[in-house]
């Protein structure tokens, strides 16, 4: 399955109880940034795709990009600063 986001938005791969994925969600929802939240609990094959991305590591919020790039718990500033690029 494909996970990149469409241009001007990210796929956020969470879990229920992950507080950092619950505050970036929040600046995420105040700055008006789109975002697709899968919780890796949930979706077959994803908590591997996470552990893939971070080197065997399930670490969540992982964010992809529209460029197919990554980062694993970013900053709102990290999130909007390679939304711009």
């Given amino acids: 399955m494909e996970y990149t986001p469409e241009a001007g938005t990210i796929t956020m791969f969470s879990t229920s109880w992950c507080g950092y994925c619950r505050r970036l969600k929040t600046q995420l929802d105040a700055k008006g940034i789109g975002y697709t939240e ?5 979706v077959p094959g994803t908590a591997e795709l996470v552990e893939q991305i971070n080197e065997g590591n ?3 919020p992982t964010v992809l990009f529209p460029d197919g790039s990554s980062a694993t718990n970013p ?3 990290e999130v909007q600063e ?3 690029a």
């Fill in 38 to 42: 899968i919780n890796i609990e949930n």
């Fill in 58 to 60: 399930q670490t969540v």
């Fill in 82 to 84: 390679r939304l711009a």
């Fill in 75 to 77: 900053s709102l500033a």
